[in-house]
């Protein structure tokens, strides 16, 4: 029996946030897809399943697999494979898997596929699409025209071009895990991730016992109740951070997150360390973000209408 990580969902309003800094503009033609956006800010996509549909799948950088609704896959008459066990950020659940001859995303293609499933109504859409279709491409989360755009990584040669109002980070990792790990969090390290199916933006423990340490003052704000797909519970604490710097290239300022026993921290292998995931809440802040993950970079790309005060800094 396997066992996949389930994303959390919040449903208390939405924190305010401020980001900062910028993404780069393409090298060749990427594939424009017209994205929706659902009550909290996620970027949703047409999938074609068995040459079916659309059908809209929010995109997930932060989830190792493709999640399908029971529904679709009812809708389908798709058959059922083994049964897994699907891990939400409280409890976990079993769960069917079913079988899928192909299903496409814009250019991309996966081909004979076993994907978990679950009702609709948990996943409020009619899936996920994770890093299991992202890894290996690069993905522009394109806000400002409610765009995804898909292409080839970037050609190494010109992965020193930087444009103004554009932050660039480095990151590392595999499987599409791409970590930042030059992270400082109100001066404590720490290795931060983009999820941007996550709503609002998360740290954990190990982060909290850190800013505690550093500041005797430091507190949590209030709590945040969160549901996780699979129906499971949690309270989060929320606190506010003074600043965020990702590298010299980026800084976010007076940022709110929420703290919690995330099973995401899990999955990245970052229980035990300092960590920040950067959601919905920060990354909407941008005109476009883009991972790229062949090259294993970040770019950050500042809205033009956005405020001088929002760019503390940024890549030279």
């Not at 890093?131 to 755009?149: A, M």
């Not at 026993?261 to 909407?284: E, K, T």
Request: proline share 5%.
């Amino acid at each position: 029996m396997a066992s996949i990580l389930a994303k959390a969902q919040t449903v208390a309003p939405p924190l305010d946030s401020v980001g900062s800094a910028g993404t780069a503009a393409p090298e060749q033609e990427p594939t424009p897809i017209n994205a929706a956006t659902d009550a909290a800010s996620h970027l949703m996509v047409a999938v074609h399943i068995n040459g079916k549909g659309p059908y809209h799948f929010i995109v997930d950088t932060g989830a190792d697999r493709t999640i399908l609704a029971s529904e679709v896959a009812a809708e389908l008459g798709l058959a059922h494979g083994e049964e897994v066990m699907l891990k939400g950020v409280v409890r976990a659940v079993l769960t069917e898997t079913v079988s899928i001859r192909t299903m496409t995303f814009g250019t991309i293609t996966k081909r004979q596929l076993m994907v978990p499933t679950l009702s609709r109504s948990l996943l409020d859409a009619d899936g996920y699409l994770g890093l299991d279709f992202l890894d290996g491409h690069r993905v522009t989360f394109d806000f400002h025209n409610h765009q995804l755009l898909v292409s080839e990584p970037r050609a190494r040669f010109s992965a020193n071009w930087v444009r103004e109002n554009e932050a660039r980070i480095r990151a590392s990792g595999s499987s599409g895990h791409l970590q930042a790990l030059d992270c400082m969090v109100d001066g404590a390290p720490a290795t931060a991730f983009i999820d941007s199916g996550a709503e609002v933006s998360a740290a954990n423990e190990p982060l909290l016992t850190a800013l505690a340490r550093r500041n005797p003052f430091f507190g949590e704000r209030d709590s945040i109740r969160l549901i996780d797909i699979t129906g499971g519970e949690i309270l989060g604490k929320v606190a506010t951070v003074n600043k965020i710097r990702l590298t010299s290239a980026l800084t976010f300022t007076d940022c709110p997150l929420v703290i919690a026993d995330f099973l995401v921290f899990d999955a990245w292998g970052l229980r035990q360390r300092p960590a920040l995931l950067i959601g919905m809440n920060l990354l909407r802040q941008f005109e476009r973000v883009s991972i790229d993950y062949g090259l294993q970079e970040i770019r950050f790309d500042l809205a033009a209408d956005r405020s001088p005060p929002t760019l503390i800094t940024k890549a030279g």
